[in-house]
């Protein structure tokens, strides 16, 4: 299913100056432009690039031991007591002398070169396989960023559209509290009337202190997301049309996604690399062969060890074959065998729950979805008639036809009603995130 961008939050009131502006310099963003900061610096996915390339050097590694392996090798050794031989003499004592020269100097070349070796060829291609697996693994870091970034981005925007409703509401008090207070000076009001304004006031004041922490301490989670240092002032864009999602999101398909998702991908990834441990160990009953050659100069000579014009050099060489034919070995590798394929096994379990779960996730995302979508419709209707209910009865007060309670419980509805509404549409944004996750398309915001 195609899907369009996703847009940024609902704008349920203008924001007032300096929250909307933010302080001075700072970076405004978008979530694409906030998803993209964080696929350049999140430190999650730089980790899982270099793991990415650290595997490029793995199979270097492995290819490395197919290929001549060259040594250049030389030894000095000075005798400090030689050891003694004894010739027996018939009708003759023993004769007993020293064997071997005091010093003995060889320096020389040797070249090896495999020639068969299964256990090697298993290798290379299980190291290739590795190397998907990191280039999978780095895919879904990126879905978990992404993932992270959006619902971070719409956790701040709620709260930033929670707070302007807060601020509608404090202005409405303020200049009610100051009406009243003319009023009580002119004595047409009593005074427990102006304190319980100013009781009404204070714990908006309140909500708007916790609220303002709130806010912070949410745009340090998504600076923390997307790898920005959290000392950098951003602002985030509002005003912009809900998100919506081109055709009706449906469970169509659902092999087809569960297939194409990173943790399925991993999954059968690290089945191909359990079953290619087994190959492995099975190409332990395979012989291998090896060739060889060297070649050495080597001297043996008696008194000073260096500078000695008597000392004699005498090469020497060889080439030949090495052949390695396993014949028992107590069982060993029929036990590894057997703990892989059990370990299999469990990976196909693994693999049966992803698509369950795949496939739960899917349903409650799409449940939720609807269940949202009705619910802000609901709510939106619900903020209409209480912001109806709150101007009849202020206007009501005014004229001294309502009291001073009906008026206040009119201005915390309506509150709760905005609430209720910034709170079903950070769901129905969450929903859409999950269900972007669900279909394995979280990267479509980033295009």
Known sequence: ?????????????????????????????????????ALENNESIKKASYDELGSKYQINEVRSTGLPQVEVKGSAVRT????????NQEGAPPVIRPFGADNTVQAGISVTQLLFNKSYFVGLKAAKSAEDLYRIRKEMATEDVIYNVGSAYYQVLQT???????????????????????????????????????????????????????????????????????????????????????????????EEVAT????????????????????NIRAGYY????????????????????????????????????????????LRKKSQVQQREVELKKLDLDIQQYNKNTQLELSNALSLLGNSQNNISAQEENV???????????????????????????????????????????KYQIAQLNYLKAKGELESLTK
Do not use: C
Request: hydrophobic content about 40%.
């Open 1 to 37: 299913m195609k899907i369009r961008h996703l847009l940024v939050g609902v704008a349920l009131f203008s924001m007032t100056p300096a929250f909307a502006q933010g302080q001075a310099g700072a970076k405004e963003l978008s979530l694409q432009q906030a998803v993209s900061y």
């Open 80 to 87: 400090l007591e030689k050891q003694m031989f004894v010739w």
């Open 160 to 254: 930033k559209e929670q707070f302007n409703s807060i601020n509608a509401n404090l202005d409405k008090l303020n200049q009610l509290e100051k009406i009243l207070t003319l009023q009580y000076k002119n004595d047409l009001v009593k005074k427990v009337d102006v304190n319980r304004i100013k009781v009404s006031r204070i714990n908006l004041e309140n909500q708007k202190q916790t609220l303002q922490t709130a806010y912070e301490q949410q745009q340090n989670v998504l600076k923390f997301f997307m790898g920005m240092p959290l000392e950098e002032q951003i602002t985030l864009k509002s005003g912009v049309e809900d998100k919506l999602l081109v055709e009706q999101p449906t469970m169509a398909g659902l």
């Open 260 to 279: 194409e998702r990173a943790q399925f991908k991993i999954l059968n990834k690290q089945k191909e690399l359990k079953s290619l441990e087994v190959e």
């Open 287 to 330: 012989p291998s062969l090896a060739a060889f050659g060297n070649y050495n100069y080597q001297s043996q000579y008696d008194g000073r060890m260096i500078g000695n014009s008597g000392a004699m050099w005498f090469p020497n060489s060889q080439v030949g074959l090495q052949l390695n034919i396993p014949i028992f070995d107590g």
């Open 384 to 426: 209409k008639l209480a912001q109806e209910v709150y101007d009849t009865t202020n206007k009501l007060y005014k004229e001294g036809l309502s009291p001073l309670s009906d008026l206040l419980n009119a201005e915390t509805s309506l509150r709760e009603a905005q609430t209720n509404l910034n709170n079903e549409t950070l």
